[in-house]
Each structure stands twice: as C-alpha cells, then as structure tokens.
C-alpha cells in the first residue's frame, strides 16, 4: 500500500519555509508495511499522484478550500482522500463533506492505524480520534527524511519536547488539537534527537516550550554540552524566572517567539490572557536581551477592548519594550475555538470565507472602533514598525547587531507577515481593494 501525505498551500515558495513536523510525525506513525511519501506544498506544486492507494492532507483554516479542490480531484480519480491537522480537528463535520474520513487530534496512539486497517479492509468512513491524547515518550521518529528538495529549506532542524499548553487563550488553537493537558517527552529522547540533527540550528516546534519550568531546565541544562543554538515559542512569564533564564541562554538560545497580543490590559482578559501583564513586558524583554536572546511578539488588533486609539499606543509600546520583531495580525476567530463561538454567538463574523482568515483582513465586527478605523490603524501600525530604518534603530538600540542574521529568519519564520508582503497589502489597500466586507 502506498499512502502519500499532502501539507497543503496554495502555491510553493522557495528556500524559505521550515520543516515542520506534522507530516513527518503521521509518517513515523504509518506501520513499516507501508510505503508513504510526503509532498510539501510550501516548497513544491503538488501533483496528483495515481500510484497513491490513499492520500491524507493537513491544511490550516485559510488553505481549507484549496485542501477541498485537491480532494475532488483525487476522488474523480477513484483515490480515497483523509483529512487531519488543525482545521479538520477544529471542524470535522464541515471537513467530512469533503473528504473520505476525517483523524482529528494528533496521530499516534491508535488512531491513524485504525483508520489505516479500516481503509485495507475497504471501510473507511467517519471521524477518527484517540480516546486520550497519546503518550509522547518512545514515539517512532518523525520520517524527516521523507522530505524532497531539501534545499529549499532553512537550515533548522525541527524538534519537539513538549505538546500543549498549560494555558487557554480563546483565540488559541493549542487546546482544540492537543487537549488541555501539557505533555513532556523525556529529557534524553529530546537530547537524543539534538544529538541526530544535522545542524546546530534547532527550531522547537512546541507552541510553549517553557510552560513547566521545571522541565525545561532539565531540558537546558542538558542540552548545554551540545553546544546548538536553539530557536522556540514560549510564553513570556518565562522571563520571570531568572534560573531558567540563564540555562536557556547558557543552552545556546537565540530566539524566542513571545505571545504579546496587546497593549490593552482589557483586551488581554477578555481573551484569558490576563496573566500577560503588559507593566512587565519591557522588565521581561530587557532580560531576554541581557542574554543576547532576539525576541520576536505576537500582537493582535482588534480585540474588545481597543479603540483608535489603541494603535498609537501599541506603536509606542513596541518600541518601549524593546521588541526586535512582530507578528501583527488583526484578530482570527479560528473555527472550533472559544473565541470563534463567542464571535458567532454575538453575530460579529464578517466572513465565512476561510481565505480570508490570514489576520490581514478584518473577518470580525471590532467592538471598539468601525471596520475602517481597524483596518487604517492597522496599516498605520505596520507601515511603522516595518520600515527599514526603524529596524536598524532597534537593532541598535536593542544591542543585537551581532544578531543581524535573525532578522531576515524572523520574518522567514513568519513568511506570509514578510515586510514585502506586508508593503504589497498595504499598497494594495491604498489602490482600493477595500473589501469591506
Ligand atoms: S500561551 Fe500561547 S500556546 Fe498557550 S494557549 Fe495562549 S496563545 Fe496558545
């Protein structure tokens, strides 16, 4: 049997994505009777590949329709087609209508086997989940090496420790596909794996990789003798503990991914995320930079409790803090999340149409402000905080000139957030294209 494994996107982009390790993980997880290969829509154009007995796509909300054309086409083609990952977890019902069988949740722990046996015996159909989310120590190694053109990948080697989070933000997808616990790998499968990796550049892909600090000292401290420059997300209360802190660095931490989100104290508690207080983000963030760590926020417009007002505020903030670099998007009620259900609730969704769920475009009714003082402020605020010579001033001021090299990665870790691509919308909304919707 031949199963091939689709990451959808709309169209490739060259020598600048990341490995990830959703695929590779389904992969690991495939019983060795079966052969499976892996096309990456990021890096190259996917073909319909007729050898295939079964193919399983994962997609993200906003390349769902695109994930449905590929399905039709497999299936006039008489080949079966499963769906998994973040969208179809979030809404399997709506992902059903397209696909033969859903696998909701992560894969190993029984449930894309069972749904592998039910395919050989010619009766898949329905959802299928785990129980429980798996146990992740001793799992089979991701399949990284199923990846083609491995040029056209940055040159950071996918990792992972841990899976959940140990917070619930509404907007925050973590819960939907992980559950609500926060699992650990063992220290050593971890070190075993850094060991293995063909660079010194690891990137963990863990949405909060400091959400126990107990174990991610044991987790730095071993990775200290290896002597790698590690890359992750964590949440910024990280910074409140100095001991983690100094291993983090001593452990060779470049970069952190840091969920901000706001400037607003109110519009922090109105998505649960009022343990992010905004009167320590410049304390927390002058820590990362003593350890000469680069940090790269998070922030949304558009939450509750913003007004006009708030954009100047957060351009103002962004520099006060210190950030290096940001992801600004405007709010994305992701379908399946606490916030998606408030918005359809209160009748705020704009749009149905996933497309445009890239943070880019408002798809809610702010409560605060009109659409288009959401969407000028939001221009206004990346116009700023993405020119040229501003990025130069923080490099500067920010001491992380000898760190040159993570700005480019930033906005690489971040492709669709590039400054080019951020200058192209914001062209184009001045040529017109105001979709208000
Ligand atoms: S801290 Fe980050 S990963 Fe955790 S729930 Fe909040 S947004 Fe999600």
Same mark, same amino acid.
């Given at each position: 049997m031949h199963v091939h494994l689709i990451d959808v996107a709309p169209k490739p982009r060259r020598k600048m994505s990341f490995q990830t390790l959703s695929l590779p993980r389904v992969a690991g997880a495939t @019983? @060795?009777?079966?052969? %499976? #290969?892996? $096309?990456?829509?990021?890096? *190259?154009?996917? /073909?319909?590949?007729? #050898?295939? +007995? !079964?193919?399983?796509m994962t997609f993200s909300c906003n390349n769902a329709p695109r994930a449905y054309e590929l399905a039709r086409e497999h299936r006039r083609l008489g080949i079966p087609v499963v769906a998994g990952g973040v969208h179809a977890t979030a809404v399997p019902q709506e992902v059903l209508g397209h696909f033969d069988a859903v696998l909701t949740g992560e894969a190993e722990g029984g449930a894309w086997e069972h749904l592998l046996r039910d395919h050989a015996e010619g009766r898949l159909e329905g959802v299928y989940r785990n129980q429980q989310p798996p146990d992740i120590a001793g799992l089979n190694p991701p399949r990284i090496d199923l990846f083609r053109h491995r040029r056209r990948y940055l040159d950071f080697h996918p990792i992972e420790a841990t899976r959940g989070c140990t917070h619930d933000c509404s907007f925050c997808f973590n819960a939907t596909i992980h559950g609500p616990k926060f699992r650990t790998r063992p220290v050593e499968e971890v070190v075993e794996d850094a060991r293995g990796a063909p660079t010194r550049n690891l990137m963990f892909m863990d949405d909060n990789l400091c959400g126990k600090p107990g174990y991610a000292k044991r987790l730095f401290e071993a990775l200290i003798p290896l002597k790698k420059r590690l890359f992750f997300q964590t949440h910024l209360l990280m910074a409140a503990d100095l001991e983690l802190m100094d291993l983090a660095a001593r452990a060779?931490?470049?970069?952190?991914?840091?969920?901000?989100? =706001?400037? *607003?104290?109110? #519009?922090?508690?109105?998505?649960?995320?009022?343990?992010?207080?905004? =009167? +320590? &983000? /410049?304390? &927390?963030?002058? /820590?990362?930079? +003593?350890?000469?760590?680069? %940090? =790269?926020?998070? !922030?949304? !417009?558009? !939450?509750?409790?913003? $007004? @006009? *007002?708030?954009? =100047?505020?957060?351009?103002? &903030?962004?520099? *006060?803090?210190?950030l290096d670099n940001a992801a600004v998007n405007m709010l994305i009620p992701y379908p399946g999340t606490p916030m998606w259900h408030q918005m359809r609730n209160e009748g705020r969704l704009l749009t149905e149409d996933y497309t445009r769920y890239t943070g880019l475009d408002p798809v809610v009714q702010p409560a605060g402000m009109s659409l288009e003082e959401l969407q000028d402020g939001y221009d206004r605020v990346l116009q700023e905080f993405y020119r040229p010579r501003n990025y130069v001033r923080r490099m500067v001021r920010n001491r992380m000139t000898g760190r040159w090299y993570l700005y480019p990665v930033a906005w690489f870790r971040e492709p669709r957030r590039s400054r080019m691509l951020r200058l192209g919308h914001v062209l184009n909304r001045r040529g017109g294209d105001r979709r208000a919707a």
């Open positions: @019983p @060795p009777d079966i052969r %499976v #290969s892996i $096309t990456d829509g990021r890096v *190259e154009r996917i /073909r319909i590949d007729r #050898s295939a +007995d !079964l193919v399983g060779g931490t470049r970069f952190v991914f840091v969920g901000i989100e =706001s400037v *607003e104290d109110g #519009s922090l508690a109105a998505v649960n995320k009022a343990w992010n207080r905004v =009167s +320590d &983000y /410049r304390t &927390y963030i002058q /820590r990362f930079h +003593d350890r000469g760590i680069f %940090v =790269s926020g998070g !922030l949304i !417009l558009g !939450l509750d409790k913003d $007004t @006009p *007002e708030t954009f =100047s505020k957060t351009l103002r &903030y962004m520099d *006060e803090i210190g």
